[in-house]
């Protein structure tokens, strides 16, 4: 006589890949009966259109038919009622629970993420500019390029060094001036191919390179997230014991009011804006000097003033920045209005 308490230990070795759990742990099993050496199972499945249905039922078959004596294998699947299903998010969300609790301080003093409501307004550049300019003060300083999706810190900084690993813990190599630099780019060692991520990925590479990464001591650690508002850039809002959030954005997108989101976002959990930065707002003549705002008046400034936070400065089009930026050597561009915006930063917190 087979014995039920071994079809159901049988059937714990069948994942949902899915929920992330085994189809035991999600209460599928909703009966087992056995009638001699043959075996009668009822698993309900989350939707009766569930892509992995036949996946798991064959899966359970065989897991079930290797258990030594049994005969006939029968199974058949039905779904879970809003009751069951209910029960089953529930359970999904005190697993995770725990994937979305603060991580711990560690010995920085603060922990500063540079914010932006979409790609290419210059978020890695100013990142990297303010990460020069503080380090330039003597303080300590270390980037994570969150960026996973386009990370683009290690080029500015012209590093290429992979970090290695120490009594289990990952040692960032260091920019020229001592910055410690943790990127996706340096793990991969693909520069050019933008890495396809989903958000749950995201959220535990950004987890990595905060907990497993031998930051040391440092004064500053600045987190160079993904643009836009989705749930990775939601997760590592929640997830990292921030300080605040420089949002930096551009008069495209200031235009079209798509930076609103990303502050709104801070706003919502709690996490303080520093200010806001406006980068390529407006060009200095090569000729006469002559400063020319090409999208019209400051819209930077004017946003600040209505969500009750400092404008932290504009930075014009600079060629002599791209080319830094582009040839690895951001550590040797330097401009005054860079580093008046980073005073503010130091000031502010
Ligand atoms: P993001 O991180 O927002 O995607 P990047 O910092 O990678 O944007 O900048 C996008 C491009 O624009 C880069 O080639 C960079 O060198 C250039 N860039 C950024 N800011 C400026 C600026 N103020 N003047 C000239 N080029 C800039």
């Not at 599928?28 to 050496?37: F, L, S």
């Not at 932006?116 to 980037?143: E, F, H, W, Y």
């Not at 535990?204 to 990464?213: E, G, K, L, T």
Request: negative net charge; contains cysteine; hydrophobic residues 45%.
């Amino acid at each position: 006589m087979v014995d039920k308490d071994d079809v159901l230990e049988a059937l714990k070795s069948v994942v949902d890949p899915e929920l992330g759990m085994d189809i035991v742990a999600a209460n599928m099993i909703r009966d087992i009966k056995v009638e001699g050496n043959d075996v009668k199972i009822v698993m309900a499945l989350t939707s009766d259109s569930c892509p992995l249905a036949s996946r798991l039922k064959e899966e359970a078959e065989v897991a079930v038919k290797s258990i030594e004596g049994v005969g006939k294998v029968e199974l058949e699947l039905t779904t879970m009622n809003e009751e069951e299903l209910k029960a089953l998010s529930a359970k999904i969300k005190a697993r995770s629970a725990h994937l979305l609790e603060k991580l711990p301080k560690k010995d920085i003093k603060k922990i500063i993420a540079i914010v932006s409501g979409k790609g290419g307004v210059g978020k890695s550049s100013v990142t990297a500019l303010i990460a020069t300019t503080l380090s330039k003060r003597g303080m300590r300083v270390g980037i994570l390029d969150a960026d996973i999706t386009g990370p683009s810190i290690p080029k500015i900084f012209g590093v290429n060094t992979p970090p290695f690993v120490l009594e289990g813990k990952i040692v960032p190599p260091t920019s020229k001036n001592g910055i410690k630099l943790i990127s996706m780019n340096l793990i991969t060692g693909q520069q050019e191919a933008p890495v396809i991520w989903r958000g749950p990925l995201v959220s535990s590479a950004i987890r990595q390179f905060y907990i497993d990464v031998d930051w040391g001591e440092l004064d500053y650690l600045l987190v160079d997230l993904p643009p836009g508002t989705s749930d990775a850039q939601l997760t590592v809002m929640q997830i990292l014991p921030l300080d605040g959030v420089v949002v930096v954005t551009s008069p495209q997108e200031l235009a079209n009011l798509i930076v609103s989101k990303a502050i709104n976002m801070s706003t919502m959990l709690g996490v303080p804006i520093i200010g806001i930065v406006e980068n390529m707002s407006y060009v200095i003549c090569p000729k006469c000097g002559e400063r020319i705002n090409l999208f019209g008046e400051q819209r930077g400034r004017m946003l600040a003033e209505k969500i009750n936070t400092k404008f932290l400065g504009s930075i014009p089009i600079d060629p002599d920045l791209s080319a830094a930026c582009d040839s690895g050597s951001i550590e040797d561009y330097s401009n005054a209005t860079v580093q008046a915006i980073a005073e503010r930063i130091v000031e502010s917190l």
